[in-house]
């Protein structure tokens, strides 16, 4: 038998579709339903291009465009939030990601564990969620320097394919605050 050794990135199967948690519920429940595997191609993109808009962001609240800075911030906010509820299903972003750039940008698909993503959105939702409250307060500068730390991690997924927050999460489940049931791998890469 002869295996052979690769350091490229696993592609994991993506669950049988007889898991419970694989299939979406019927009715209202499909509207927020969170898929247990997605394309890690797929949340690179959308990290480049979370990227790109916070750049954008800072870029017009440094040139003193205050209104400007406030949309585009509510928009990389309101973002994050539609990624956690529903993954890519509503997001602009995640819909370009999903049906177009990941293939352009990486090829094929590489499938991996959902949680641990919807865990680094939810960090996305914090950070831009703080930097839209600072910035509704008043404190542009604070708003900015909190929109930097999340392009350095967007920046560190989309580019490097390092997943901070899949990193906390395995962190925390290694601790016993995230269930070991729950589906980690892209965390362990």
Not at 92 to 117: D, H, I, N, Y
Not at 137 to 145: N, R, S, T, Y
Not at 161 to 189: E, H, Y
Request: aromatic share 10%; proline share 7%; with cysteine.
């Amino acid at each position: 038998m002869n295996q052979q050794y690769s350091f490229a990135t696993p592609v994991i199967p993506p669950r049988s579709v007889t898991d419970a948690s694989a299939v979406p519920p019927s009715g209202v429940g499909a509207l927020w339903w969170f898929p247990p595997v997605v394309n890690d191609r797929a949340a690179r993109t959308t990290a480049m291009l979370v990227v790109g808009l916070s750049v954008v962001t800072v870029a017009t609240s440094v040139g003193g465009w205050d209104a400007v800075a406030v949309v585009l911030n509510a928009l990389l906010f309101g973002g994050f939030v539609l990624r956690v509820l529903a993954g890519p299903r509503f997001d602009p972003f995640g819909q370009l990601s999903v049906r177009w750039l990941a293939r352009a940008v990486f090829g094929e698909p590489v499938m991996t564990a959902g949680a641990p993503k919807r865990f680094a959105q939810g960090i996305g939702v914090v950070f831009s969620g703080a930097a839209l409250v600072l910035r509704l307060v008043g404190w542009p500068v604070a708003a900015d320097v909190v929109l930097l730390a999340l392009v350095v991690a967007a920046s560190l997924e989309g580019f490097a394919g390092f997943c901070l927050g899949c990193r906390i999460f395995s962190w925390l489940q290694d601790r016993g605050v995230v269930s070991p049931d729950v589906r980690s791998d892209c965390a362990v890469r």
